[in-house]
């Protein structure tokens, strides 16, 4: 057992193998080494926490995390922002505004971030979807972001935003609207960074 709550997603730092991070939801995270996971306490929080005065986050029930492969010590999540840590969680910084529509509905958290993807091909190609359809991209790290979804059916859930492996301005995303009694599935690719899909 590496966390509690309903486990959501994990990510492994691959330089050992035993750095842990999971979580619960609503970003509820921490980082474990798994040499002491019988001592639950002995993890570290990493929660993203907006600052006094500023509008309360929000976090979507599976709050995304990723760790860099370029670089291991960094470590992104996003609720309806954006946050990176270059030093394994220890600190996490808003770097972005809000990436959804800015839109509320229905009597659960939306207007979340729910996917994070970071092309394996080039350092500070990002991309992050969310649950309220909004695609967006940034080529420098995180600190500027784009829509990139505007030919693409309005209002989907984005439940998946993969840059590839293969080719570097290629992404794929899937969308659906279960939400909305439509069960057709959305599957598109754009090879110019979701200039066109």
Same mark, same amino acid.
């Given at each position: 057992?590496?966390?509690?709550?309903?486990?959501?997603?994990?990510?492994?730092?691959?330089?050992?193998?035993?750095?842990?991070?999971?979580?619960?939801?609503?970003?509820? &995270?921490?980082?474990? +080494?798994?040499?002491?996971? $019988?001592?639950?306490?002995?993890?570290?929080?990493?929660?993203?926490? =907006? !600052? %006094?005065?500023?509008?309360?986050?929000?976090?979507?029930?599976?709050?995304?995390?990723?760790?860099?492969?370029?670089?291991?010590?960094?470590? &992104?999540?996003?609720? +309806?922002?954006?946050?990176? $840590?270059?030093?394994?969680?220890?600190?996490?910084?808003a770097i972005s =505004? !809000? %990436?959804?529509?800015?839109?509320?509905?229905?009597?659960?958290?939306?207007?979340?971030?729910?996917?994070?993807?970071?092309?394996?091909?080039?350092?500070?190609?990002?991309?992050?979807?969310?649950?309220?359809?909004?695609?967006?991209?940034?080529?420098?790290?995180?600190?500027?972001?784009?829509?990139?979804?505007?030919?693409?059916?309005?209002?989907?859930?984005?439940?998946?935003?993969?840059?590839?492996?293969?080719?570097?301005?290629?992404?794929?995303?899937?969308?659906?609207?279960?939400?909305?009694?439509?069960?057709?599935?959305?599957?598109?690719?754009?090879e110019d960074y979701?200039?066109?899909?």
């Amino acid at each position: 057992v590496i966390g509690g709550g309903d486990g959501m997603q994990v990510q492994v730092d691959t330089r050992d193998n035993k750095t842990v991070y999971s979580g619960s939801q609503f970003g509820f &995270y921490s980082r474990r +080494n798994t040499d002491s996971l $019988s001592n639950f306490r002995s993890g570290r929080s990493v929660i993203a926490r =907006g !600052d %006094l005065g500023e509008q309360q986050l929000r976090y979507n029930w599976q709050t995304p995390i990723l760790l860099s492969r370029h670089n291991q010590d960094v470590l &992104y999540m996003a609720t +309806n922002r954006f946050y990176r $840590s270059l030093t394994k969680g220890e600190k996490l910084q808003a770097i972005s =505004g !809000d %990436l959804t529509t800015g839109k509320r509905a229905w009597d659960v958290t939306f207007g979340t971030s729910n996917k994070i993807s970071e092309s394996p091909l080039k350092v500070g190609l990002l991309y992050v979807g969310t649950d309220d359809g909004n695609i967006q991209i940034s080529k420098d790290g995180g600190y500027t972001w784009t829509v990139i979804n505007k030919n693409l059916p309005k209002g989907l859930y984005v439940s998946r935003v993969i840059a590839s492996q293969f080719a570097e301005g290629r992404v794929y995303t899937t969308l659906n609207a279960y939400r909305n009694d439509n069960f057709n599935p959305y599957l598109f690719v754009s090879e110019d960074y979701g200039n066109t899909w």
